[in-house]
Structures are given as structure tokens and as C-alpha cells.
């Protein structure tokens, strides 16, 4: 079971940029930070419009004073307190990640920063080196990982429950943008707009997550993609509402990557199944409290989170928050994620290399490769779906 009595001696003062009222991302990261009583929210800038702001921050118990409706002043008057934050995270839209980040991490304050970190690799690069300069951890949100299964399907495939991996089959395509939506909704016209979203929408709001747990199940390495991605909504282009990638990886093993958000009629279908030579496992966010486990020869079987017969000596996959039969779900991955950006906050404070080191989250380096990722799959799209190099 999680351990609910980890506790630091006082709670990390937290702040956010971006994630005001009305913000579904922005509700998911408070309910998250403040689970454990790990952090506490004392300031903000939740929106541009200082008066919206103050009347938010407020509404939510953040003190009107410690409201701002600029970043940069946050980080120089919260600076100047002896109470001032340690902690802020990032969820605005894509085109501002790398520079909040990096004032954030110039004010020296810990960052969790929405995905894509950056447009760019090279400014993601500059990021870890900065992070890196200041001692402080850049954690990036990819919020399914936190689930206890997919940590069972880590230790499963490092273990060597599947043998050596063959196949990667990635999903994410959910259908809820099969038509013009962003004519009515601002959160999505951003995600299809170059100039805030970047080079990719699906591939970057819905791909990377997919690829993620790819690279954390796994910890296969990219050797070279091509991409072939369309704009089924003719004024979403030139990004991609619609995308299909093959890659080849560093050891032999083949996969694949569907990202989509014309998939009508489809919720998430965020799945990803990994074929070994000796079995199979598969794992779907809409029950992700189950695992399929599937070895050649044997009758299938279905592993449930909390059970005894789980590599429960892990802390990842012991970290249920309920016993088995309970549903766990969104909240509780984004919990746990949380809990583990609190413990590496802390052996970054106190120069703890070693924890540091053996502590898993999700760090900088799966941000950067996050970003590649959308690099590259650009850069084959442009020319045909021809096979690029990953790095």
C-alpha cells in the first residue's frame, strides 16, 4: 500500500503559472500536489487578466497579494520573501513552456512543466544544462505514468517475464476533434495553431504520452521513424490531426505509433502492447487497473493492480492508494507523480545525488525526447514519410 506517512517537515511552497478557472489541467495538477500534503499552493498566475487572477486565486484560498498576473513578477516578489515559493508548474500553452521554465529555473525554483516542453531540442538541451547548472529538477507531466500497472509492466519486461522485446504497438486516438470544434473552443484552437502549438498537434498533445511509456516500459531507443501524418480538417494544416509512424529501434525491435483525435467515435484508446519472444503484455488507460498478460502456449490472464501476485517489492507498483477491487484512476496516477517530483525536489535541495539517481520520475530527459520526437516526425512527413534518423 502508498505510504501515507512520508511527510517533510514543512510542505513545499508551491505556485502555478497558468491553469486558471475553467482549466481541466489546471484543477488536475492542484488536486495532485495537494494529495500528500507534500506541497502547499501559495501563489499563482493563473491568468493574464490581473482582476480574473486575484478573483480565482482567491476563490481557491491563495492569498490576493500573492496573485499575479505576470510570471516574471511572481518569481521577483515571491524571490524576495523569506516564505517566497520553492516550486512552480507550468501549464500554459506550448509556445511559452521554454520561457517560464527557464526563468523559473534562473529564480531557482523546481519545474514540472506540461508536455512539449519546448518547440525545439536544442532548447530543451538548454534547459537540462540549466536545470543542471542550479541543481534543480525539471520534471515534465506525463500524467498516465503514474498508474501502479505500468509499473508492472516495467518490472515485468526488466525482469524478463516477455524475453526479448520484438514488437511495440503504441495508440493514443480518441475521437473528439472530428470536426472544426476550435470555431467554438479556445483550448483547442492553440493546440492547432504552429505558432503556439508547435510543429505537431497530435503527435506532440497526444503522441508523446504514448511514446513515453514506450520508453519507460521498455527502455528501447529510437534508431530512425518515418511519419505520415494528415490534416483531415482541411484548416488544421499543415499540423496533423491524424498520424502514423514506424520505427525501428536500436536493438532490433520494431513498433509503431498511432496518434489521432478523428478517431471517430473512440474515447482514448491510449493503448500500448509489447510482444516479447516469450509473451505478451498490453495496457489500456480507460482500465488501467488491469494488465493483459499473455505467454505463448498458456491461457491468457488478466493482472489486477493490488494483487499479491504483483512485483509488489517495487515501490511503483505497491504504491496503491486503495486495495484491489477499488477503482484507481486519473487522479491517483497524477498523485503519485507528484509524490516522487516532491522526493526529488527534496534530494535536489539537500544535494542527495545518490537518491537522486535511483529515484524515478518523469525528468528532463524524457521532456527532451519528447521533443525529438515531434522533430522528427515533422521532418519525415515533410518529405513523404521518408526514414529519418533519430538523433
Not at 84 to 113: D, R, Y
Not at 169 to 179: K, Q
Not at 374 to 389: G, H, I, L, P, T
Request: charged residues 25%; proline residues 3%; contains cysteine.
Amino acid at each position: 500500500m502508498f505510504n501515507e506517512e512520508r511527510r517533510f517537515e514543512q510542505p513545499i511552497r508551491w505556485a502555478m503559472v497558468g491553469g486558471g478557472r475553467g482549466s481541466q489541467i489546471g484543477y488536475s495538477h492542484r488536486s495532485a500536489a495537494q494529495r500528500d500534503n507534500l506541497f502547499q499552493l501559495v501563489a499563482g498566475a493563473f491568468d493574464l487578466d490581473s482582476e480574473r487572477c486575484k478573483d480565482f486565486g482567491t476563490n481557491i484560498g491563495v492569498d490576493a497579494d500573492r496573485c499575479y498576473s505576470d510570471y516574471k513578477e511572481m518569481f521577483r516578489k515571491e524571490s524576495q520573501r523569506e516564505d517566497g515559493i520553492q516550486a512552480v508548474s507550468v501549464a500554459t500553452p506550448n509556445s511559452t513552456h521554454f520561457e517560464i521554465c527557464k526563468a523559473a529555473l534562473e529564480s531557482n525554483l523546481h519545474v514540472i512543466c506540461e508536455k512539449p516542453i519546448t518547440f525545439t531540442t536544442e532548447q530543451a538541451i538548454e534547459l537540462k544544462t540549466l536545470s543542471e547548472q542550479r541543481n534543480h529538477v525539471l520534471g515534465v507531466m506525463y500524467g498516465y505514468t503514474g498508474f501502479p500497472m505500468i509499473q508492472q509492466a516495467r518490472e515485468m519486461v526488466e525482469r524478463g517475464d516477455l524475453g526479448e522485446i520484438r514488437v511495440v504497438n503504441m495508440t493514443f486516438a480518441h475521437g473528439f476533434h472530428n470536426v472544426e470544434h476550435e470555431k467554438n473552443e479556445p483550448g483547442l484552437k492553440w493546440r492547432v495553431s504552429p505558432e503556439v502549438s508547435g510543429p505537431t498537434y497530435v503527435l506532440g498533445d497526444l503522441g508523446t504520452h504514448a511514446y513515453y511509456l514506450c520508453e519507460l516500459i521498455t527502455g528501447l531507443e529510437v534508431k530512425r521513424l518515418s511519419c505520415m501524418r494528415q490534416s483531415f480538417i482541411p484548416s488544421r494544416a499543415p499540423l496533423e490531426d491524424n498520424a502514423h509512424v514506424m520505427m525501428e529501434f536500436e536493438s532490433g525491435a520494431v513498433g509503431t505509433l498511432w496518434a489521432s483525435a478523428v478517431n471517430a467515435g473512440a474515447m482514448h484508446q491510449q493503448k500500448i502492447r509489447i510482444v516479447g519472444e516469450k509473451a505478451s503484455i498490453e495496457w489500456w488507460d480507460e482500465h488501467p487497473n488491469q494488465l493483459k498478460y499473455e505467454v505463448q502456449g498458456e491461457a491468457p490472464r488478466l493482472l489486477d493492480r493490488a494483487m499479491d501476485y504483483l512485483y509488489n517489492d517495487s515501490e511503483g507498483v505497491s504504491s496503491n492508494r486503495i486495495g484491489g477491487g477499488h477503482a484507481e484512476g486519473y487522479f491517483e496516477s497524477w498523485a503519485n507523480l507528484y509524490h516522487r517530483f516532491a522526493l526529488a525536489f527534496q534530494a535536489a535541495d539537500q544535494d542527495d545525488q545518490e537518491t537522486l539517481s535511483k529515484l524515478w520520475y518523469p525528468d528532463v530527459n524524457a521532456g527532451i525526447e519528447g521533443v525529438r520526437l515531434c522533430e522528427k516526425c515533422a521532418e519525415s512527413a515533410d518529405q513523404d514519410a521518408a526514414w529519418v534518423n533519430f538523433k
